[in-house]
């Protein structure tokens, strides 16, 4: 079945809510849509929204890339030979991970509609079900657990809270959700690159009897081997998440002694389904677990990380709520949630259906 027609533009999408992190404020989403439509009239969709500060690309560069003619050449091309057309791109748009994302996921999309299964069963279904963190930006402490109390009543049992600003408030923080919920929300904690090696080694001591689960790129991009210092068990807490772009990346990191036990899988790092298998495959040889995070995303581009997840045997966690502090989405369906867990719905391909 031959391509008939490509499409894409940007949507600047208003958050429910602003939210800050260690290096910035984020009030809206700039998202990009892919839609390729086939001669049946089934249409696939790909989604992206880059981090510059990560990736060095923007929406209006992967926008850009999209309308620059190169896609036009998909017309007439067969959906399945879409393998081709993704290393084709890849090939094409270089070091453009936004760009490929919305590419590879459209595509993986497409043809999984063509063929009549869900993307997760194509790639070879691992896991059923997890739940997934939400996230809370930096604030005063009072306000973060009026937010967390409002996220546990609506299920969720996971919490990942914004840190890196200061790390004597940050530990105050995670000792007055623990003393809150008293074991009924798992915490995890995500630094942005804010900390000092020694700062991150005051936050492990002093937050011990917490239980924190993760800690999320602690210290700045490029000095990732002074965590090698650390000991072991302070290192399997530890995830790579700005530090991990790519597979070439992701093999540089296995280096021993690994400076982290959990990798910060984003399809908008990796450009999509088939970087974040790459990432996958090698950390499963090398022993380590996987964690799925995102942007603000739509609902087309968390369902397709959320597919890839639960193909890897070595998926451990899920942080993929980027598309609920989205005022509004451009799509419907994707994955179920229930209880805090997030479940694929059976349906071909992702699932989605463009809403209007």
């Not at 790129?217 to 530090?243: I, Y």
């Amino acid at each position: 079945m031959k391509i008939r027609s490509v499409r894409a533009w940007l949507e600047k999408l208003p958050l429910t809510k602003t939210y800050t992190i260690a290096y910035k404020t984020i009030s809206d989403a700039e998202i990009v849509f892919l839609e390729v439509t086939l001669e049946n009239g089934l249409t696939g969709y790909g989604s992206s929204n880059p981090f510059a500060d990560v990736v060095g690309e923007t929406p209006e560069v992967t926008l850009a890339n999209l309308q620059s003619g190169y896609l036009d050449e998909w017309t007439g091309k067969d959906i399945r030979s879409f393998n081709q057309l993704i290393n084709a791109a890849a090939e094409h748009f270089p070091k453009l991970p936004g760009t490929l994302a919305a590419i590879d996921i459209a595509l993986h999309d497409l043809f999984c509609q063509y063929i009549g299964i869900p993307v997760v069963d194509y790639l070879g279904r691992k896991v059923e079900s997890l739940p997934t963190s939400v996230t809370l930006g930096i604030k005063d402490t009072a306000a973060m657990l009026e937010e967390a109390k409002g996220y546990y009543s609506l299920g969720f049992k996971i919490l990942k809270i914004k840190t890196g600003l200061e790390v004597d408030q940050d530990i105050e923080r995670v000792h007055k959700l623990t003393e809150h919920f008293n074991g009924k929300m798992r915490i995890r904690v995500d630094a942005n690159q804010g900390y000092t090696l020694q700062q991150l080694k005051q936050f492990i001591q002093s937050t011990k009897t917490c239980g924190v689960e993760l800690i999320e790129q602690p210290l700045k991009v490029g000095t990732d081997d002074e965590l090698r210092g650390l000991d072991a068990a302070d290192n399997k807490l530890l995830v790579a998440d700005e530090s991990l772009l790519n597979a070439t990346s992701a093999l540089q990191l296995t280096h021993p002694p690994p400076p982290y036990g959990v990798y910060n899988i984003k399809l908008m790092k990796c450009g999509g389904i088939t970087g974040a298998k790459e990432i996958a495959i090698i950390a499963k040889y090398a022993g380590i677990n996987l964690f799925w995070g995102c942007n603000d995303e739509s609902i087309v581009s968390i369902t397709a990380a959320l597919h890839a997840a639960y193909s890897c045997s070595n998926t451990r966690y899920l942080d993929l709520d980027g598309s609920f502090d989205i005022s509004k989405d451009l799509v419907e369906g994707g994955f179920i949630l229930k209880d805090g867990c997030m479940l694929t719905n059976g349906l071909p391909g992702l699932g989605v259906k463009k809403l209007g």
